[in-house]
C-alpha cells in the first residue's frame, strides 16, 4: 500500500512517477489528504480513477469544475492537465489505468457512479501498490475492475467553464457568491456585453443555459456544505431557497434522491 499524506509538490513527483506496464494494468495509490490544499496542475500518461472513501474532493481541468462525493469517482483520462482539492479532509483512493487499456474509456472527464461492487474493488486494489505479479490474485482482480470501470454510468454533478474572458468573469464572480439571486441584465452590465450575447456565450462556452448553469452551480454548492455538516435547513437559507422543501425539490430533481437519501446512500 502506498499511504501519504502530501503537500501539493511532493503529490506532483509521487504520482508522474508511476510506471508504464501493461502487465500491471492497474495501480493503486492511497492518499490522505488535509483540507484546502491547493495543488497544482499536473498530468499523467495513466489514466486515473479517483475515488474518496470518505470526505468530499473538487476536480479541476481547463474545461470545467467535478464535485465528488464518497458514492461516485472522477475519471481522469491519461495525459489530462488536472488538480484535485479536498473540500474537508479526504481519504482518496486512486486508480491507474495504464495506457494499453485507455482506448476503453472516455477521453473526456466525468463523475461517474460506483457500485458497492466496485467500491469494494478500489478500497482492495489501492492496497496491492505498483509490485503484484501477473497472473496473480491481485492481476485476476484488476481485470474485473477494467470491466467494471466499462460499464460506469456518468453523474450530472459537473460545472462547465469558459475560455470567454467575459463568461470567465461573471463565471467567477459567480462561484465567490452562489447565493446571490443577480440576474442575467446585472452581468450583461458588469461585463459590457448585451444579454442576448451573454446568454449566447453562456450556451455556447459550457453548453447550458445561464439559468441551468446557477442550478448547477447551487447544486455544487450544496453538496459542498453538506458534506461539510451542514444541515439542509441552513443550506437551503444559505443559497436563498424560500424554505426547505423547495431546496430539497431542487435536489430531488437533479439527482434523484433527497440529500437524506443522497448522503445515507454515500456512506452505507
Sequence with gaps: MIEQALTPRKRMRSTLGLKLDPTRPILG?????????????????RGQLAYASSGIIKVYTDNGCWIVPPSQAVWIPGEMN??????????????FVDPSCLERFPNQCSVVEVSP?????ILRVADFGD???ADSPASRICSVILDELQALKPSLLHLPLANDRRLQRVIQAMTEKPEAETGLAYWAQYVGASERTLSRLFVKETGMSFQQWRKQLLLHEAIDQLGRGESVLNVALELGYSSPSAFVAM???????????YFKDTVS
Excluded at 29 to 41: K, N, P, V, Y
Excluded at 117 to 121: A, G, K, V
Design 117 to 121: 461492487l466496485l467500491r469494494e474493488l
Design 29 to 45: 495509490l492511497h492518499d490522505l489528504i488535509m483540507a484546502d490544499l491547493e495543488f497544482d496542475f499536473h498530468a499523467h500518461p
Design 131 to 133: 509490485e503484484y505479479e
Design 82 to 95: 488536472h488538480s484535485i482539492i479536498p473540500e474537508v479532509r479526504a481519504e482518496i483512493r486512486h486508480l
Design 251 to 261: 435536489f430531488k430533481k437533479a439527482l434523484g434522491k433527497t440529500p437524506g437519501q
